[in-house]
């Protein structure tokens, strides 16, 4: 389960609003030797993410909570996004090498027609599957305003599985 913590920002009948603060990749991003993302993070991302997130366990606004999503679909949402279009990057330079009888420009054309259809099967199977819940992250547990590393609700007691199915 990859989790994150964050700040309920709004509640409503369909889940919640969580809205978390835009980390770097490593904790020695500014120290020298460090991977150096922190300063490509600030550059192009905003501070603050807010997400929907289905909520199993009674939130409100202003608590902070911890909030997850299984390793496994993240996977397949990866898949979605970069996959498709790879494929079809590939598949259409081979057919337009084969349509054409090996010309290289046809393969490359094909290749670009390819890989934009990919895009766009993957944007509308993205678009398909972002209405679903059980493609939201859960909140796992509430956390308590002054101590960031106590938990106040366990996953079990709310009915929930680590990985956000229901028990």
Known sequence: MIEEC??????GADGAWVETLARAGCGRCDQPGGCGQNSITRLFASRNRRVRVAAPIPVETGDRVLIGIPEGQLLRASLVVYLLPLLGLVFGSVAGHLVSGASEAMAILGAALGMTGGFLVSHLLSRMLNGRDSWLPVVIARLPQDDP???????????????????
């Open 149 to 167: 590393g106590a938990v106040v609700v366990d996953p079990a007691a709310a009915g929930v599985s680590r990985r956000g199915e229901s028990l």
């Open 6 to 11: 964050g700040r309920v920002v709004a509640t």
